[in-house]
């Protein structure tokens, strides 16, 4: 849907890391929303979604299978 219509989602730049060294979030995807570490932001996150909008693109798909 993101690729069809940008709208549909609203991004977040934000320093995001998969922690593989711990035991406590292994293989968690660790994202700083609120900048509290204060790296470099290298990620742009979906913090929302426009659901009305997102099941519209995806009905409109489905449906142009049908003609």
């Known amino acids: 849907a993101y690729l069809i219509d940008p709208s549909v989602v609203t991004l ?3 320093n995001t ?5 711990s035991t406590d ?3 968690r995807t660790n994202c700083d ?3 509290y570490l204060g790296y470099e932001k290298n990620a742009n996150v979906a913090i929302d979604v426009d659901v009305e909008k997102y099941w519209d693109i995806v009905e409109k798909g489905i449906r ?4």
């Open 17 to 21: 890391r998969i922690d593989i060294r």
């Open 25 to 27: 979030s292994y293989g």
């Open 33 to 35: 929303y609120f900048d």
């Open 12 to 14: 977040k730049k934000m």
């Open 64 to 67: 142009s299978y049908n003609d």
